[in-house]
C-alpha cells in the first residue's frame, strides 16, 4: 500500500530565505507525482507535475525533484516572499491501474516579512 | 486558464438530509474525480468516473454516496444520507487523456452537518 509522508509538518522562514520541502513514498512504482499549493479553506492549486522519467521539473522560483528509486521528491523554493505562505501538499500516482491519488498530509509553510 | 467550478462554496445541511454537490470539469477532459478532506487529515479519494461509469472507489465511498454526468458538463456527488462525519471539504478534479498536465483541482465545497 502506497504511503506518502511529508517532512517537516509546519515550517517558519524569514523572507528572502531559499528552502526545501520533502515528500517520500514508500512504493516506488509510481506514474508520476504532482505538487499542490493549498491556501487556508481553499482548493488545491497545482504548482508542478514529475513523470516517473523525469528527474525535474522548474517553473519560476519552484523547482521539484524526483528520486524514484529513494522514493523521494523535493521542492525547492528560491528566495522565499511572504506570499508563498500556504500548505505544500505532494501527491503521487500508481502506475497500476488505479486512477487515484495518493496525498501526503502537507507542509505548511509561513514566511514571516 | 480553464478552471473547474464547484458550487456552491458552502453547504450546510442537517443531518439525514441528502445534499448534492455540483462540478464542471474543464470541457476536454475526460476523467473526473471527486476526494475529500476532513479537517486537520489528508486529502482522500473518494471515486473517479470514466466513460460514464465509476472506474473506481474508495471504501468511503459507500451506498449513501453516487455520482453523474447528467448532461454531459456537469458531474455531480450526491450524499444520500447525511451523517455528521461526512462534514468536509469536497473536491472536484478532472484531467485529460494524457495524463500530461496532472489533476486540476476545484476549489472545493465545504459541507457542513448540523
Known amino acids: 500500500k502506497q504511503e506518502v509522508t511529508q517532512i517537516p509538518a509546519a515550517l517558519s522562514v524569514p523572507e528572502g530565505e531559499n528552502l526545501v520541502l520533502n515528500c517520500s513514498f514508500t512504493?516506488?512504482?509510481?506514474?508520476?507525482l504532482q505538487w499542490f499549493r493549498q491556501d487556508p479553506g481553499k482548493g488545491l492549486t497545482s504548482l508542478l507535475l514529475?513523470?516517473?522519467?523525469?528527474r525535474e521539473q522548474t517553473s519560476g522560483r519552484l523547482n521539484a525533484s524526483l528520486d524514484k528509486s529513494s522514493g523521494r521528491s523535493t521542492l525547492y523554493i528560491a528566495a522565499s516572499q511572504p506570499g508563498d505562505s500556504a500548505t505544500y501538499l505532494c501527491a503521487v500516482k500508481r502506475v497500476d491501474s488505479s486512477y487515484k491519488l495518493i496525498f501526503g498530509s502537507g507542509t505548511r509553510l509561513l514566511v514571516r516579512p | 486558464e480553464p478552471e473547474v467550478t464547484q458550487t456552491p462554496s458552502h453547504q450546510v445541511t442537517q443531518m439525514g438530509q441528502e445534499v448534492i454537490l455540483r462540478c464542471v470539469p474543464i470541457s476536454n477532459h475526460l476523467y473526473f474525480y471527486w476526494y475529500r478532506q476532513i479537517l486537520g487529515q489528508k486529502v482522500e479519494f473518494l471515486v473517479s468516473?470514466?466513460?460514464?461509469?465509476?472506474?473506481?472507489k474508495s471504501e468511503i465511498f459507500d451506498d449513501q454516496f453516487s455520482v453523474e454526468r447528467p448532461d454531459g458538463s456537469n458531474f455531480t456527488l450526491k450524499i444520500r444520507s447525511t451523517k455528521l462525519e461526512d462534514s468536509a471539504m469536497y473536491f472536484c478534479?478532472?484531467?485529460?487523456?494524457?495524463?500530461?498536465?496532472?489533476?486540476?483541482f476545484g476549489s472545493g465545497t465545504r459541507l457542513t452537518v448540523v
Open positions: 514529475i513523470q516517473s522519467s523525469q
Open positions: 478534479a478532472s484531467r485529460d487523456w494524457t495524463d500530461n498536465y496532472g489533476y486540476t
Open positions: 468516473f470514466y466513460n460514464n461509469e465509476i472506474s473506481e
Open positions: 512504493d516506488s512504482a509510481i506514474y508520476n
